[in-house]
């Protein structure tokens, strides 16, 4: 008794119509033991994947270290790509092209009647007594601001390291750690608000100043 002959799965050879032919034209029997081939094939083909996608991932791995040791990132690899890109560009063909059709058009501007015209007339200004006093006060101008700036960065830096200014920065930084320490608090015991920490620390600080000793006075002895 023979084997009933299977329709052959539209998914199991390719679509193309010569293998169809050749596997349609097998006994049930050769067609079971091509399926098997087949699928023997694809068992080892999944298996040749999943090694390379190892050893794949483990060579990522592995330059990722190496250039973690070598102290590159992936800015520097992005730049690199990037002037890798440019130097392309520059060394090709169109971008030769278009450099040349440019120095072209330069030297056909620079050589026209117009332009030595034009030329000729800002260098004739050049030498004229208007165009010296006008060169002269931008030059006065450009040293007088800044000798202006370099004094007022010298005034600022005096400031800045005067007593006065040193005793405000102390008196605004013992707030702010009074307020940030109270409004810390407050998140876990109560509610208070920022506004009303900065109320308290400023009162806090007004009744120390008030409850301060005025400072003494040496008293001055007459001369008997």
Not at 47 to 59: F, G, N, Y
Not at 75 to 93: A, H, I, M, P
Not at 117 to 132: C, I, M, N, R, S
């Amino acid at each position: 008794m023979s084997t009933p002959a299977t329709e052959m799965p539209a998914t199991s050879p390719s679509a193309d119509s010569g293998v169809v032919d050749a596997f349609s034209a097998l006994s049930p029997e050769e067609q079971e033991r091509q399926r098997e081939e087949w699928k023997q094939d694809l068992a080892r083909i999944e298996e040749d994947i999943v090694l390379m996608r190892e050893t794949l991932s483990a060579k990522i791995k592995e330059a990722q270290e190496l250039k973690h040791k070598l102290g590159i990132t992936m800015w520097s690899e992005f730049t690199d790509d990037v002037n890798q890109g440019l130097k392309n560009v520059r060394e090709s063909q169109a971008y030769h092209k278009v450099t040349d059709t440019i120095s072209e058009i330069q030297h056909a501007v620079t050589e026209a009647p117009l332009y030595q015209a034009v030329a000729g007339k800002l260098e004739q200004a050049q030498h004229t007594p208007a165009y010296q006093r006008t060169e002269a006060a931008l030059k006065t101008t450009t040293e007088k601001a800044s000798g202006l700036l370099a004094g007022l960065g010298a005034k600022l830096t005096e400031a800045r390291d005067s007593p006065t200014v040193k005793s405000l920065e102390e008196r605004v930084g013992t707030m702010v750690t009074t307020v940030k320490s109270k409004v810390t608090s407050s998140r876990s015991n109560s509610t208070q608000s920022f506004d009303e920490a900065l109320k308290e620390a400023e009162a806090a600080k007004r009744q120390a100043e008030s409850a301060a000793p005025p400072p003494t006075v040496a008293e001055e002895k007459t001369p008997q």
